[in-house]
T-cell receptor
Framework: DAKTTQPPSMDCAEGRAANLPCNHS???????VYWYRQIHSQGPQYIIH???NNETNEMASLIITEDRKSSTLILPHATLRDTAVYYCIVNSGGSNYKLTFGKGTLLTVNP | KAGVTQTPRYLIKTRGQQVTLSCSPISGHRSVSWYQQTPGQGLQFLFE???????NKGNFPGRFSGRQFSNSRSEMNVSTLELGDSALYLC????????????FGPGTRLLVL
């Protein structure tokens, strides 16, 4: 699986949009971009995933650049409960059923 | 639909003992994966099961083993516990095989004294 690079930490004001970047410059054509988050000591929570098109669900939006070398997870109106470590993972699915977690980004939402 | 459940949630054992952790996947999910999370190593893949068969294994010693039952429920076992086995053990299930979005349980926190 391609390696991902994320900033170690970010801050965001409550009510504002949180934009979390991820670089995955070695991504290959059949690899998806997945985002998970982990609130302290809980199991990781699936947020969203995409291949090449932008995706949106009730939790977040995922913007993938045209060359697919980077992506941004957008939480449109961050709340204090969104404080968590956010992991960007590239996974081919297919025969690769293991997720490789990096260190992620600690997002702190401030009141 | 109920999520992934793991039992027990917390466990304290002593060195040399063995432990069995249980995971019930989301209804209809047939793939179950196990991960270990420690402050030093982060989240690491242990193994994955589908239709009662282990399909892939991470880089862990043979003391770590698992199995899956016909109803897709899974157990993992750690024998001869070491202090370094203290960790959060996470189970994840997915619908498709192979691959597919994985949904995690709350984890079992194991403390080895």
């Amino acid at each position: 699986d391609a390696k991902t690079t994320q900033p170690p930490s970010m801050d965001c004001a409550e009510g504002r949009a949180a934009n979390l970047p991820c670089n995955h410059s070695t991504i290959s054509g059949n690899e998806y971009v997945y985002w998970y988050r982990q609130i302290h000591s809980q199991g990781p929570q699936y947020i969203i995933h995409g291949l090449k098109n932008n995706e949106t669900n009730e939790m977040a939006s995922l913007i993938i650049t045209e060359d697919r070398k980077s992506s941004t997870l957008i939480l449109p109106h961050a709340t204090l409960r969104d404080t968590a470590v956010y992991y960007c993972i590239v996974n081919s699915g297919g025969s690769n059923y293991k997720l490789t977690f990096g260190k992620g980004t600690l997002l702190t939402v401030n009141p | 639909k109920a999520g992934v459940t793991q039992t027990p949630r917390y466990l304290i054992k002593t060195r040399g003992q063995q432990v069995t952790l249980s995971c019930s996947p989301i209804s209809g999910h047939r793939s179950v994966s196990w991960y270990q999370q420690t402050p030093g190593q982060g989240l690491q893949f242990l193994f994955e099961y589908f239709s009662e068969t282990q399909r892939n294994k991470g880089n862990f010693p043979g003391r770590f083993s698992g199995r899956q039952f016909s109803n897709s429920r899974s157990e993992m076992n750690v024998s001869t516990l070491e202090l370094g086995d203290s960790a959060l053990y996470l189970c994840a299930s997915s619908l498709e095989s192979p691959g597919g979005t994985q949904y995690f349980g709350p984890g079992t926190r194991l403390l080895v004294l």
